[in-house]
């Protein structure tokens, strides 16, 4: 087994359905080359699959996604070397769960007769494998019943079958071979479907079937670029969903994104769930429940297990979890939080509770006792900006949550996260040419790592910050050297050895743009939030409305593409789902249906001009609101008994 750099995908027409995938090129063919392949559970089940026809692979014509699931081709094949037309037009349709159709029909006036013949091959590598740069040689095939067959030494074993069954199947070659007579106007058709036989005591993750556990809104807005990105995000996220858990089979998660990280992670999940909870509250009491049905139980350093921390990799069968991603325990609090707000069922919420104090326990453990005291990344590591903002914000859900169910701790837990705040705004606060802003993180000595970043996103939402602070931070990410045109960029352009393609800060996370967005519009900073929103519009036809996990931080220019970067997720959850929150903040809407009101009140008028939700879900019905092109929002549709202020 050979090793390489870590292949890339961003040119490549990527098709989900978790935890199926299929990757290719332009033309169709498989040909193994790089993360090139079909996938099932993180596994390459077949890396070669190279259409020939009459021996002469077929001319490309087109590629394009059709679906999030699925891929469209089309080709020819001329058989008359003076006639410029096609003698066969090819229509090749891919699917991620690992189905290919393939009609040939013969667009010419005479009998066709030639051989349709498929070279198959696998490696079966693991997708983290390949991600790692190993390049295995391909698997002996065997003949197997209507195909082809491949083991690897671990066990695991796929099958290759087609429909009608070849009139040859060559192991030696990988081949599957038809004879084919074609009259003019006619078609033939072959089917082919691989599958990858289960490893006795390896369950991976299911598909998801069924409808998606949240509502279908309706978006109409007088820039169209609004309603594609949301309609192409969340048939995106759709595509995403597993099943990790068979025996919760109505709790499915996202994978975080493809082709990288095809597989549910705990602080991806609970970003999305937070993201759509304006389409009602199921998919998050479900991403609340399987989560705190793996909550740590122990303290295990290795792994980062604690009692009451929510995991981030879940882990398969016979493997452990993973707990070392800081900040998935408060997102967890606070995902609880606002659901609650959205109008979470009473008994949902009641069965959570339990999990609610044990992950409280652990956010006063990592926090510490004394006033400035912060959260860090390990006993000896640095504190970041946005866990402190998370943190904040997590034990002020908290402290409601407690009060709303008659538990005790909520008085405390209110002082700790204010003695939290007026600590985080002297320690954290700075200042440069640019102005004032707050530092990416401390160090571990407790000095500030003077960095202006994409961390300040996390502010303004999180309540974290007074109204002082809020104004220095819309000023500082609408600045040029972190606006760049096309969303906010990771660190300051102004800082030395600032490369737009450099992922750990360079780039533009449209996650990171939508969170700052929806802080700003919440803080009344319409203005700003208005300005970073715009930059991910016009980034977004570039990439059809398919926002990749980060694009390069370029200034943006008239004429000039966004560039993906190479080693980006494309679909990614957090990208798909980040429009909507920017929307909600953009009409004022803030439940709180434990209170029986939905406060509604825009900020003022909007670029987008004119901009209808309909069919949210507040309280478990249907909620409406418009927002015209005066800045005044008209609610059209909510549930009975709900109070609006507008």
Avoid at 151 to 177: F, I, N, Y
Avoid at 346 to 372: F, M, N, Q
Avoid at 583 to 605: E, H, K, N, Q
Wanted: with cysteine; aromatic share 6%; proline share 9%.
């Amino acid at each position: 087994m050979s090793t390489t750099p870590h292949p890339v995908a961003h040119d490549a027409l990527v098709c989900v359905d978790a935890p199926g995938m299929a990757i290719s090129g332009l033309d169709g063919q498989l040909r193994g080359h790089g993360v090139q392949g079909i996938y099932h559970d993180g596994r390459r089940t077949l890396s070669r699959v190279v259409l020939t026809i009459g021996g002469t692979e077929p001319e490309p014509l087109s590629g394009h996604v059709v679906a999030a699931d699925t891929v469209r081709y089309l080709a020819m094949r001329r058989f008359a070397a003076d006639s410029p037309d096609p003698g066969l037009v090819i229509e090749r349709t891919r699917h991620a769960a690992g189905r290919e159709r393939l009609v040939l029909r013969n667009t010419g006036r005479r009998v066709l007769r030639f051989s349709v013949e498929l070279a198959l091959g696998t490696d079966l590598i693991p997708l983290d494998a390949l991600r790692a740069g190993h390049r295995p040689t391909e698997l002996p095939a065997r003949v197997a019943a209507a195909g082809l067959g491949w083991s690897a030494p671990d066990g695991t074993s796929v099958r290759a079958s087609a429909e009608p069954a070849p009139d040859t199947a060559l192991a030696a070659t990988a081949t599957l071979r038809w004879d084919v007579d074609l009259e003019p106007a006619r078609s033939w058709a072959v089917e082919l479907r691989v599958a990858a036989d289960p490893v006795p005591g390896r369950p991976g993750p299911r598909a998801f079937s069924g409808r998606p556990p949240w509502t279908q809104p309706r978006v109409r807005c007088d820039d169209v670029r609004v309603a594609a990105w949301l309609d192409q995000g969340l048939r995106d996220l759709r595509a995403l969903l597993a099943v990790p858990d068979p025996d919760l089979p109505t709790a499915p998660l996202p994978a975080a994104g493809a082709p990288w990280q095809l597989a549910p992670t705990g602080r991806d999940a609970l970003w999305t769930a937070r993201m759509l909870l304006p389409l009602g509250t199921r998919f998050a009491s479900g991403v609340l429940r399987l989560l705190a049905a793996r909550q740590g139980v122990r303290a295990q350093p290795r792994g980062g297990e604690d009692p009451g921390r929510i995991p981030h990799t879940l882990g398969r069968a016979g493997e452990p979890a993973r707990y070392d991603c800081a900040g998935s325990t408060a997102l967890f609090v606070t995902l609880f939080g606002e659901a609650w707000r959205w109008g979470l069922p009473a008994a949902e919420a009641g069965a959570l509770l339990p999990a609610l104090g044990r992950a409280l326990g652990h956010l006063s453990r990592t926090l510490g006792e004394r006033p400035g005291d912060f959260v860090r990344l390990g006993p000896e590591g640095p504190a970041p900006c946005e866990l402190q903002a998370q943190t904040y914000e997590a034990a002020r859900h908290g402290a409601a949550l407690l009060d709303a169910h008659g538990l005790p701790g909520a008085g405390a837990l209110r002082e700790r996260a204010e003695q939290l705040g007026v600590a985080f705004r002297r320690a954290f606060r700075a200042e440069d040419a640019a102005g004032e802003y707050y530092a990416a993180a401390l160090d571990p000595a407790g000095r500030p790592i003077t960095v202006a970043s994409s961390a300040m996103a996390h502010l303004p939402g999180s309540g974290i910050l007074d109204d002082t602070g809020n104004r220095a931070v819309a000023r500082r990410l609408t600045a040029p050297d972190l606006d760049c045109g096309w969303g906010l960029r990771g660190t300051s352009a102004r800082m030395p050895g600032y490369h737009p393609l450099a992922a750990r800060g360079g780039v533009v996370r449209a996650h990171d743009t939508c969170v700052a967005a929806a802080g700003l519009a919440d803080a009344g900073h319409l203005d700003a939030a208005q300005q970073l929103f715009a930059g991910l519009l016009h980034a977004a036809p570039w990439f059809q409305y398919r926002l990749p996990e980060m694009h390069a931080g370029e200034q943006r220019a008239e004429g000039h593409a966004p560039v993906a970067h190479p080693l980006a997720c494309r679909p990614f959850a957090r990208a798909a789902g980040a429009i909507l929150p920017v929307l909600v903040a953009f009409a004022g809407i803030l439940p709180d249906v434990p209170a029986g009101r939905v406060t509604v009140r825009p900020a003022g008028p909007l670029d987008i001009g004119e901009l209808e939700l309909r069919d949210l879900c507040v309280a478990g019905e249907p909620f409406t609101v418009r927002v015209n092109r005066a800045g005044q929002a008209i609610v059209e549709a909510a549930a009975e008994g709900i109070r609006l202020a507008i």
